[in-house]
């Protein structure tokens, strides 16, 4: 099942229609930091904003200027390539005499500031966006599928980018869990994105599921839930007192990212979580195999959008939102615009 193919939760509102990412600045993405460098330590953060470059392409070319390794550069997180975004790098602070040499096209520096640790993968809270969506056909459904959005939250699923161009990433990491030979031997960084890819892939099947079956923002006995303001996980043993809390949105069903340290759960949702590894032809202790890449966790089946805002300007309509660290921005328009 490809991203365009899953269910939907607008989908009695017709497609907007309308045409997306023209340019790079039609997709705006800014880091929301979890916290600030302090001005003082043996790390250089980079406040960076990118055009037509993905984080990658940032890290190699700022190694190569400052002399210093890839693995010695931290982010919190990637960034699309086709998108103007900004985002915090860091660097050792002993090549900060060198950040005035590094010149990238569609790259610019604009802000260095020193902090006491390196920067690491989800060292953020989220992201702020704002898209235009070009020619858009049917402002009204637009708003009606936005607003349905901002009052029950967006689905959680995982973006087609996470499956890479040719969409084999998840086949990729289901050969690793099995033991198999890759075509190509895969680096540190491949692996872990195709061992997750595959982890992903069974996540949003199990979302789909949910939203097929109207239980997608539902407590059910045995569901695994996730609290919003700590992220603390609990087994649902009371749908009733649990129920009232998902509606106002204070927990909300966590699915599964398949891994040995995955939080259980339990009755029926246990059975149906276990359905998907026996249809992908896994068990869950193929996901040792994986080691640290695979110890597995729960990831909320939706999310809340923040800040929503939708303003029309001629025949174009200006999103801006926020969304937690993890969350995809077009799982937004898949939502608006429907398939196709």
Excluded at 102 to 110: E, Q, T
Excluded at 148 to 160: C, D, H, I, K, T
Excluded at 182 to 206: G, T
């Amino acid at each position: 099942m490809t991203d365009t193919g899953f269910p939907r939760l607008t989908a009695g509102v017709p497609g907007c229609g309308g045409a997306f990412k023209l340019t790079p600045e039609d997709f705006e993405v800014e880091e929301l930091p979890a916290y600030l460098p302090s001005g003082e330590g043996t790390h250089l953060y980079l406040w960076v904003e990118k055009r037509g470059r993905d984080t990658r392409e940032v890290v190699r070319a700022l190694a190569t200027a400052l002399g210093v390794r890839e693995d010695d550069i931290g982010s919190a997180g990637m960034k699309d390539r086709q998108a103007v975004t900004r985002q915090w790098l860091s660097v050792p602070a002993n090549a900060e005499g060198r950040v005035p040499e590094f010149a990238l096209d569609g790259v610019r520096v604009l802000e260095v500031k020193r902090h006491g640790n390196k920067l690491r993968t989800g060292h953020l809270r989220g992201n702020r966006f704002r898209l235009r969506l070009r020619g858009v056909q049917d402002l009204g459904a637009a708003r009606e599928s936005f607003s349905r959005l901002s009052a029950q939250g967006v689905p959680n699923y995982f973006g087609e980018q996470r499956f890479g161009r040719a969409g084999d990433n998840a086949d990729l990491g289901r050969m690793l869990l099995l033991g198999q030979r890759l075509p190509k031997r895969p680096d540190r960084f491949q692996r872990k994105l195709y061992l997750s890819a595959f982890q992903s892939r069974l996540f949003n099947q199990a979302l789909a599921a949910r939203l097929t079956a109207g239980t997608f923002a539902t407590a059910l006995p045995g569901d695994v839930l996730r609290k919003e303001e700590t992220g603390g996980l609990f087994v649902c043993e009371a749908p009733d007192v649990d129920g009232p809390r998902v509606a106002a949105f204070e927990v909300s069903p966590a699915g599964p990212m398949f891994g040995p340290k995955m939080t259980a759960s339990k009755g029926e949702v246990a059975e149906a979580e276990a359905r998907l590894l026996v249809e992908a032809g896994v068990t869950l202790s193929d996901f040792q195999r994986g080691g640290d890449e695979t110890e597995g966790t729960r990831r909320p089946y939706r999310v809340r959008l923040g800040a929503p805002d939708l303003t029309v300007d001629g025949e174009d309509a200006l999103l801006t939102f926020e969304l937690p660290r993890g969350a995809y921005a077009t799982e937004v328009l898949h939502e608006l615009l429907k398939d196709g």
